[in-house]
């Protein structure tokens, strides 16, 4: 019979350091979608500029990072 010794060691999940967090829109009414970027902010006001060329008022907005697990110190 073989014996084993399990030892358990606590993870936690982070960002990954060499990249960053990307903001993503797409109409929900067409085929628009906004330019990706590192600021939320600028792809809000790209939908608001479609909205207001468009009168279209419905977006998929997504936040999109990568991530990675380490060993909890």
Not at 40 to 63: I, K, L, P, W
Request: net charge neutral; proline share 5%; glycine share 2%.
């Amino acid at each position: 019979m073989t014996r084993s010794v399990l030892r358990y060691v606590p993870h936690r999940i982070v960002q990954h350091p060499d990249t960053d967090v990307t903001f993503e829109a797409e109409c929900l009414h067409c085929q628009w979608k906004a330019q990706p970027s590192p600021e939320g902010e600028a792809v809000d006001v790209e939908c608001m500029s479609h909205t207001a060329r468009s009168n279209h008022r419905g977006f998929r907005r997504v936040c999109v990072s990568f991530a990675m697990v380490v060993r909890a110190e």
